[in-house]
């Protein structure tokens, strides 16, 4: 399955990026006065393939869910049950996100791809990859690879067959949500202690030092803080993940939700249908599959700018100017969220608004 949805990602169409320039510059407003949102209708037209491109509705949110076995390391100081306590939250509609969806207008579907506790939820809430997402309540997808990634600080977080496993789970959830009828995916997240392989996966993508991708996360004190930093230095020289061999990176250092929300972006990719990204676990997801996959970056749009260090790093390396930037570092899908409303805008202008001979208006 990875290979052919590899095989299957595609380079921008050119002749629908250059109509959707043209038109651009004959809509009734000043050229280029849209900004960054006229880029960005021109990208959207590429992965679609024609001009305009379709617009991006209904919107699916994927938050795909994992524990980490380096939280024995003392990188956060939030219990690791919290992971399956917030998919309850989740699946009751009591989180940020859900919150964010609603006015969205949004599906959430959370897919438990290797939490380590049992979820406090009722059998009949738990669906297998391949159940259709419905309008109403969130729903749970059980796709749990393993209870958890072993401690990246000892020995690989998982093996390559786990992290093979937890990319194709991504891959079918993408394909699942589109034939459903998504227009745009959007990434989400929940795993305590997932900043600390964030940060190990963008300084092993970046080969750039793990001081300049590792952040507060949660809001470690400075003790914390330092003995996350340390940890991910130390898991880098242990395991020395080379960048040119994407899946061994996301085995060594990676987490289950890592890899799978890479297998969202390439499956959203092979399938010409955007991804908007959210925080830090996001982007380091995103390196791993532009990793796999180059042409999957065209389909990637980057929703904001997370607090943390790591995302701006991942953000530059994959040539991709975040559409928001408020200092959020929840995760969950929420900054994604935020930023819809800017993507649909960016498509609908290519749909709605005259042209200067249509509306009769004087070009200058």
């Not at 306590?85 to 791809?113: C, E, K, P, S």
């Not at 991504?170 to 305590?192: F, P, S």
């Not at 993508?205 to 914390?224: H, K, L, Q, W």
């Amino acid at each position: 399955m990875l290979e052919t949805t590899i095989a299957a990602i595609r380079p921008p169409d050119e002749p629908a990026m250059t109509a959707a320039r043209e038109l651009q510059g004959r809509l009734t407003k000043p050229a280029g006065s849209l900004g960054a949102l006229e880029e960005l209708s021109v990208r959207l037209a590429g992965l679609a393939g024609h001009c305009p491109p379709p617009l991006p509705e209904p919107a699916a949110v994927a938050i795909f869910a994992g524990d980490h076995g380096v939280h024995a390391q003392g990188v956060t100081p939030w219990p690791q049950e919290v992971t399956a306590q917030m998919i309850g939250n989740f699946l009751a509609g009591g989180a940020v996100v859900n919150a964010f969806a609603r006015q969205a207008g949004a599906t959430v579907t959370v897919v438990d791809v290797g939490v380590a506790t049992p979820l406090p939820v009722a059998a009949p809430n738990e669906e297998g990859v391949g159940a259709p997402p419905t309008r109403g309540a969130p729903r749970l997808v059980a796709a749990n690879v393993r209870p958890g990634t072993r401690d990246l600080a000892v020995t690989a977080a998982l093996t390559r067959d786990e992290a093979r496993a937890a990319v194709e789970t991504g891959i079918r959830v993408a394909d699942e949500l589109i034939d459903a009828g998504a227009g745009i995916l959007l990434t989400g997240d929940m795993g305590i202690g997932n900043t600390t392989p964030a940060a190990a996966l963008i300084a092993a993508f970046a080969g750039i030092d793990p001081a300049e991708t590792t952040g507060r996360g949660t809001g470690v004190d400075d003790p914390t803080y330092a003995r996350k930093v340390d940890v991910v230095r130390a898991a880098l020289r242990r395991h020395a993940p080379d960048p040119a061999d994407p899946l061994g990176v996301l085995a060594a250092v990676g987490g289950l939700e890592h890899a799978a929300l890479a297998g969202l972006i390439l499956g959203a990719a092979a399938r010409r249908t955007p991804v908007l990204l959210d925080g830090v676990i996001a982007v380091a997801a995103a390196l791993a599959a532009a990793a796999l996959a180059p042409h999957a970056v065209a389909a990637m749009v980057a929703g904001h700018r997370s607090a943390e260090p790591g995302a701006t790093v991942a953000l530059r390396r994959l040539g991709l100017e975040p559409l928001i930037d408020l200092g959020l570092r929840l995760g969950e899908g929420t900054g994604a969220l935020l930023a819809l409303p800017v993507v649909t805008g960016a498509v609908r202008v290519l749909h709605e608004v005259a042209t200067f001979d249509s509306a009769g208006v004087a070009e200058k």
